[in-house]
């Protein structure tokens, strides 16, 4: 029944969570990458800013932290040593860039919240952006979510329709409206449709009775249209869990959930 409309918000209903990955590179200022430096064109340069020899292969360095000596290319460009180089070892820095992360986290996500909120546009594209790479982890999280803590989750759909009495409402009507210019089917279609599937659930063959949906095969969201073509029976069950699914993504979830 529910369609391609806001599968985002949806599911930000679902889990409570934003599912705004904090992004990360907005609170470092930007830097050229290390990759575009040309050490063998771009000498490093000494303390008195004196040119150095460019780095030659083979050299090692031994990292001051953690005492072993390994080749140059291990070590962060600093143009402000002697040798060009920093003298703690890349794993060594990594390993003091996570522990300074852990131990002043709250600050750091506090500064990336200060960002975000002084430039909203850049957020959203963002965010759209991580959103749309990520969009069938996330639905299948949000599933993963819904499994472990479906009765909290329903819990918080029930009281957010309660505070927002209007929003169900307005959703159906503009899925009505919509539903209307994709085409018109009868009940006297489904009753024929029923007859079809001699009243047994199209997707799972469970008996009916008079408990069923007309469920549109392809969903509308989709390309699918509302006429009678397009209708068959389903039981409640498999018609709200089929959502926006194309017919042989739903009977691949049907297989895997074992029915
Ligand atoms: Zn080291
Ligand atoms: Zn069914």
């Known amino acids: 029944m529910l369609d391609g409309h806001g599968i985002i918000s949806v599911l930000r209903l679902i889990t409570g969570a934003s599912f705004l990955t904090p992004p990360r590179h907005c609170y470092t200022m930007p830097r050229p990458a290390l990759s575009a430096r040309d050490e063998s064109q771009q000498p490093s340069r000494g303390k008195a800013g004196i040119s150095m020899p460019a780095v030659q292969e083979g050299i090692m360095k031994t990292c001051t932290?953690?005492?072993t000596k390994q080749p140059l290319d291990q070590f962060c460009v600093d143009a402000s040593r002697k040798d060009g180089r920093h003298p703690?070892?890349?794993q060594c820095r990594s390993r003091r860039g996570k522990a300074y992360y852990q131990d002043n986290r709250d600050s750091i996500l506090a500064q990336q919240l200060i960002f975000r909120r002084a430039n909203p546009e850049h957020t959203r594209a963002i965010n759209r952006k991580s959103i749309a790479k990520n969009r069938d982890k996330l639905r299948a999280m949000g599933r993963e979510y819904y499994r472990r803590n479906k009765k909290a989750v329903i819990k918080r759909i029930k009281r957010y329709h309660k505070t927002n009495p209007g929003y169900w409402r307005s959703w159906q009507h503009r899925r009505l409206r919509r539903l209307r210019t994709m085409g018109v089917h009868t009940k006297q279609d489904v009753r024929n449709q029923y007859q079809i599937q001699h009243g047994q659930c199209f997707?799972?063959?469970?008996?009916?009775?008079?408990?069923?949906?007309?469920?549109?095969?392809?969903p509308v969201s989709k390309g699918g249209t509302n006429t009678a073509d397009n209708i068959v029976i389903a039981c409640p069950s498999c018609n709200l869990r089929k959502f926006n699914l194309m017919p042989d993504e739903f009977l691949a979830r049907l297989n895997d959930e074992g029915q």
């Open 203 to 218: 997707w799972c063959h469970r008996l009916l009775g008079d408990k069923y949906h007309a469920d549109h095969y392809i």
């Open 65 to 67: 932290k953690c005492s």
């Open 88 to 90: 703690w070892c890349k």
